[in-house]
């Protein structure tokens, strides 16, 4: 018993120490995120205008929602969006295989593609909001001089190609075109950035040898790309492709804020564009909440699919 | 590639292969950078010349006009509303946030990575549970408490007194006229930066990385008599530089874009941060017909600088951060 002693009130010390360390970061963790995730569960059994007192109305909030035609425009636009996900990474992919040669100069554009995603922010959106300008903007400029080129010859001839050099989107101001041209923005945005960092550190991990032997058995690059290469970074072509999901449920508030306020007609309001509406617009906390939990619902569900299937990956990756 | 072959490879003829993958390589980058281009040009045009098209003055004329360059955007967007404030509040907030998430999460990874006690474990895993929580969720009840603090406390301190100063609720100038918002809540540099100083992704990023250093340093420090504080400051931080620089450097760039939290608690300009300034900016100048583009390009570089410098800084620690991440799924 007596050697026991000083064991105890070391371990005891070690204890406190440990907590000591953990208390700062345990406490904003507390306040921060802990409880508001019980708070806006709780919150989306209410209805709250942030004046009068909190009213409990059960379910009734995702009662509505279910039934809220407008939210599941906005559940249609954002994923609309996110078909620019799988593009995306077939972009990055391609130009990860490129850039994964050994010649000189990579470097250098391996951080031109990566300048997009470093300044992204409300400078990037901007200066999309000025290329897509209908009247003045580049893109249009662009567009009527490549049909300027096109249309030349068949002029000549006497063909009529009026109907195609009418084709000049007015882009965010347009409900047909504001999604595609967000798309364009988001791809010029991504294809270059993260993803294509990861799979150029994928690419790295595979071992040299087998391309080498394939090369002697006569395979083509074709043939290489898909027998070797894509089976090999399917680990990562899958958890991009998961993170890339889920960041898609929740992403296009800020380029809705800051480009377009959510329309035309409400074609570019997105469930994250909405709850901000709810909540910081109209003050309807309750439902706000009971969006913000249906999304969640969601990313929880994406989540769980994500650590059953790379759980499987593991084993042969 | 052997030192003996070298000669010949030099004078091998250049592959085709290679020729097109240069060519596309080319084109490519110049697509992706021409909208900076274009971001350059804009800023430093004078306004007459935003409106004129390709076909009016042939080629160059269009991607260079006239009067070019023109410093004359720059200092029009910075004097027509609280640039430089803005400018302030953003290194202050993002400063402090960096700061602040880089020493509380190294602790705490500390004590999940090296300390014993009862609990541990399942903390931490309630940490990487939280990981994957839209932040709409936690948002709105972190706005409400912002919003209800200042009356909280203030409550709280004529509860305690019996008096009610109103210290919490009420505005604080400083040097003469300078607006410093409030001490909490809405339009307050504390609403700016606690709620961002604290994330579970940093303790985890830290708490991998210390896991990852070998512990014989710290024994020995331990029989040299060190104590724990001083494992964690004189042997934990100084191995650990690369990994605090990789999430300072994220930190401190999500920082710097940060936009929807800082929308929605400030409300007057001289406390409010770049993003948002510049988003009020755009309301002012971008009516539908006479959006003044110059300035807003002019405002969009002002933005970015700083997020190109810090990315050439700590380009390094930035690139082995994205890969990290990836090794975390």
Redesign the interface.
């Not at chain 2, 300390?115 to 009862?118: A, D, E, N, T, Y």
């Given at each position: 018993m007596k050697d026991k002693k000083p064991i105890a009130t070391w371990r005891r010390r070690a204890a406190l120490a440990g907590y000591l360390f953990i208390l700062p970061n345990v406490l904003g963790f507390l306040i921060f995120t802990s409880l508001p995730v019980l708070a806006s569960l709780l919150l989306s059994l209410c209805k709250w205008d942030l004046l009068s007192d909190p009213e409990w109305v059960g379910l009734k909030n995702f009662g509505v929602l279910i039934r809220d035609t407008d939210f599941w425009k906005y559940v249609g636009n954002t994923l609309f969006l996110m078909m620019a996900i799988p593009v995306s990474i077939i972009l990055s992919l391609f130009l990860a295989v490129v850039l994964n040669q050994k010649l000189r100069g990579m470097v250098l554009f391996r951080a031109l593609f990566f300048l997009p995603s470093i300044t992204a922010g409300i400078g990037t959106m901007l200066l999309w909001m000025w290329l897509l300008n209908p009247e003045f903007g580049v893109i249009n400029e662009v567009l009527r001089n490549i049909y300027e080129v096109l249309a030349w010859l068949p002029e000549k001839v006497g063909w009529q190609w009026a109907a195609w050099k009418d084709i000049h989107p007015r882009w965010l101001g347009d409900q047909n075109w504001s999604k595609p041209a967000l798309i364009m923005m988001g791809l010029w945005g991504s294809m270059g950035g993260m993803n294509m960092i990861l799979y150029l550190a994928a690419l790295q991990g595979v071992p040299p040898e087998l391309y080498e032997a394939a090369k002697m058995d006569g395979a083509g690059a074709w043939q290489r790309f898909w027998k070797i290469t894509w089976p090999m970074v399917s680990p990562t072509t899958f958890f991009i492709f998961v993170m890339g999901i889920i960041g898609g449920f929740q992403a296009g508030f800020q380029s809705a804020h800051i480009m377009t306020n959510g329309g035309p007609a409400g074609s570019t309001t997105t469930i994250s564009y909405y709850i901000y509406n709810n909540a910081y617009q109209w003050f309807k906390m309750g439902y706000a909440a009971s969006i913000a939990w249906f999304l969640f619902l969601i990313v929880l569900a994406l989540t769980l699919f994500n650590w059953r299937v790379s759980q499987k990956l593991v084993h042969y990756g | 590639m052997d030192k003996s072959l070298k000669h010949l490879r030099q004078r091998s003829p250049v592959r085709l292969s290679?020729v097109v993958?240069?060519v596309?390589?080319t084109a490519?980058?110049v697509t992706?950078?021409?909208?900076?281009v274009?971001?350059l040009r804009?800023a430093f045009i004078s306004p007459e010349h935003?409106?004129v098209?390709?076909?009016k003055v042939g080629f160059w004329r269009w991607l260079v006009p006239p009067s070019f360059p023109e410093g004359k955007n720059f200092v029009e967007a910075v004097e027509s509303v609280s640039f430089g404030r803005a400018y302030i509040n953003t290194i202050i907030v993002a400063g402090c946030v960096t700061l602040g998430q880089v020493?509380?999460?190294s602790?705490?990874a500390?004590?999940?990575a090296r300390?014993?006690?009862?609990g541990?474990d399942k903390?931490f895993m309630?940490?990487l549970a939280?990981m994957?929580?839209?932040?709409?969720?936690?948002?709105?009840?972190?706005?409400?408490?912002t919003?209800k603090m200042p009356l909280y406390l203030d409550a709280a301190i004529a509860w305690l007194t019996g008096s009610n100063p109103a210290i919490f609720s009420q505005s604080y100038y400083m040097f003469h006229n300078t607006y410093m918002g409030r001490p909490v809540g809405p339009d307050s540099y504390f609403a700016l930066i606690?709620?961002a100083?604290?994330t579970?992704y940093g303790?985890f990023l830290l708490r991998q990385f210390f896991m990852s250093i070998e512990k014989d340093y710290e024994e020995a420090a331990r029989i040299d008599g060190a104590s724990?504080w001083g494992i964690?400051w004189r042997i934990m931080m100084p191995l650990s530089r690369p990994a605090l620089a990789t999430l300072a450097i994220f930190t401190f760039?999500g920082s710097?874009?940060a936009?929807?939290w800082p929308?929605?608690v400030t409300y007057t300009e001289e406390i409010m941060t770049?993003?948002i300034l510049?988003?009020s900016f755009?309301s002012t100048h971008g009516g539908a017909v006479t959006t003044k583009?110059t300035l807003?390009?002019a405002?969009?570089?002002l933005?970015?600088i700083p997020?190109?410098v810090a990315?050439v800084i700590g380009q390094k620690y930035f690139?082995r951060g994205?890969?990290i991440?990836?090794i975390k799924?």
């Open positions: - | 290679t993958t240069y596309f390589l490519l980058a992706m950078v021409f909208p900076f274009w971001m804009t935003v409106s098209s390709m076909d020493f509380t999460s602790l705490a500390f004590a999940f300390l014993k006690f009862p541990r903390l309630a940490y939280t994957m929580i839209p932040g709409s969720v936690t948002m709105i009840p972190v706005f409400i408490l919003t606690a709620p100083m604290f579970a303790t724990t964690y760039m710097w874009r936009y929807l929308l929605i770049l993003p510049i988003r755009q583009w807003m390009m405002a969009s570089i933005h970015i997020l190109l990315f690139i994205v890969r991440g990836g799924g």
